[in-house]
């Protein structure tokens, strides 16, 4: 996945197997700031409710990815 946009509308897609397929492609590094980034968006202020179960959506299909 190039671009950046199109790699958070899959993730935010509340699609499981396109989270997990997305997921797989991400390096050490980009995995780490994607969980970092949909922890915040399900923790703080600021995110719709929308937005907070689509994060919670890619959480649960990457941590069913292993």
């Known amino acids: 996945m190039n671009d950046f946009q199109d790699l958070w509308t899959a993730l935010l897609s509340s699609d499981a197997g ?3 397929r997305v997921w797989g492609d991400l ?11 949909l922890n915040k968006m399900v923790d703080e ?3 719709s409710e929308e937005q907070k179960g689509a994060a919670r959506k890619a959480l649960e ?4 990815a292993g």
């Open 18 to 20: 396109l989270i997990r």
């Open 45 to 47: 202020e600021g995110y």
């Open 27 to 37: 390096t050490d590094d980009e995995a780490k700031s994607v969980v970092a980034h």
């Open 61 to 64: 299909a990457i941590r069913e």
